[in-house]
Nanobody, 124 residues
């Protein structure tokens, strides 16, 4: 069974940066595509960014493109989300997710396992 643990959330002012990290258990991490989602209060969970198993391919939601960068280190079983130029509307719980295939997906139902999430709050 794969477990995911996120870290790195916190409170930051608008325009600031945060780096989220997700540590995965399991010996086949390099075979799984990974993604980051977020859920703000009263809103549906939404896709933020995804990365293929190899790390070669990435994909972003339009709302974060150019500001966020997803990356992974398969040797360390980690995936990161670098968030720059943060806005108050980025405030949400950010969740790391993985799927038992190599290609990126943007829908929640296409992911097989999830972390508990980490809170990101951006003040204006």
């Amino acid at each position: 069974q794969v477990q995911l643990v996120e870290s790195g959330g916190g409170l930051v002012q608008a325009g600031g940066s945060l780096r989220l990290s997700c540590a995965a258990s399991g010996r086949t991490f390099s075979s799984y595509a990974m993604g980051w989602f977020r859920q703000a209060p009263g809103k549906e969970r939404e896709f933020v960014a995804g990365i293929s198993a190899s790390g070669v391919y990435t994909y972003y939601a339009d709302s974060v493109k150019g500001r966020f960068t997803i990356s992974r280190d398969n040797a360390k079983n980690t995936v990161a989300l670098q968030m720059n130029s943060l806005k108050p509307e980025d405030t949400a719980v950010y969740l790391c997710a993985g799927r038992f295939t190599r290609s990126i997906a943007t829908l929640q139902r296409d992911y097989d396992y999830w972390g508990q999430g980490t809170q990101v709050t951006v003040s204006s």
